[in-house]
């Protein structure tokens, strides 16, 4: 039983489109997270939610848009979509704010 | 703000001999350190932390990774390497009451046969 889940596991797009990517965490986990990691591997976080709030927001562009309709849900909105937001997405969750982090696998979206 | 430094890109190893991936941070106030691992197509998985206590910290697969406060450093360290240890380590940063932390810029470990 998976523990962090997101879906889908590969998004190939065109340059304009929006699309969503979906998280779930059945951990009872407090916090939420979004993490964007390039094609060098840097890992940087976007978003943070503890409890259904907006505890973090790096400095991303206003395309993309968390949403996290109740605890164990964090889903991940962007709109028009450009070349440079090609990446791995990671979503996570810990217990609560700076304890460890238990990772999905990634949503790799790809644009053409 | 905190900061983290993985000096290095790359470390090799033969299999059978002690390891040793290199970690410096950065951060005003107490660290919260953590030493994570990404196999390749997976999420990072947790692999131990420090927030306080004892210097050295035993955590998963027979890894340890020792607290320096004088020169803020978390290495982390196994004594026999395996070569199903090669994968990319990510060292990370947050602070006590603090909210946000940053990972390193990771260091792929090759342990060689």
């Known amino acids: 039983d998976t523990a962090v889940s997101q879906t889908p596991k590969y998004l190939v797009t065109q340059m304009g489109n929006d699309k969503s990517i979906k998280c779930e965490q059945n951990?009872?986990?407090?916090?939420m997270y979004w993490y964007k990691q390039d094609s060098k591997k840097f890992l940087k976080i976007m978003f943070s939610?503890?409890?259904?709030?907006?505890?973090i927001n790096e400095t991303v562009p206003n395309r993309f848009s968390p949403k996290s309709p109740d605890k164990a849900h964090l889903n991940l909105h962007i709109n028009s979509l450009e070349l440079g937001d090609s990446a791995v997405y990671f979503c996570?969750?810990?217990?609560?704010?700076?304890?460890?982090?238990?990772f999905g696998d990634g949503t790799r979206l790809s644009i053409l | 703000a905190q900061s983290v430094a993985q000096p290095e890109d790359q470390v090799n190893v033969a299999e059978g001999n002690p390891l040793t991936v290199k970690c410096t941070y950065s951060?005003?106030?107490?660290?919260?350190l953590f030493w994570y691992v990404q196999y390749p197509n997976r999420g990072l998985q947790f692999l131990l932390k420090?927030?306080?206590?004892?210097?050295l910290v035993k955590g998963s697969y027979g890894f340890e990774a020792e607290f320096n406060k004088s020169q803020t450093s978390f290495h982390l360290k196994k004594p026999s390497a395996l070569v199903s240890d090669s994968a990319l380590y990510f060292c990370?940063?947050?602070?006590?009451?603090?909210?946000?932390?940053?990972f390193g810029p990771g260091t792929r470990l090759s342990v060689l046969p």
């Open positions: 990370a940063v947050g602070k006590e009451y603090g909210q946000n932390f940053v």
């Open positions: 951060v005003s106030g107490n660290p919260y």
């Open positions: 939610y503890n409890n259904k709030e907006l505890i």
């Open positions: 996570a969750s810990s217990p609560y704010v700076n304890q460890p982090q238990h």
């Open positions: 420090y927030i306080t206590g004892d210097n």
């Open positions: 951990l009872g986990h407090d916090t």
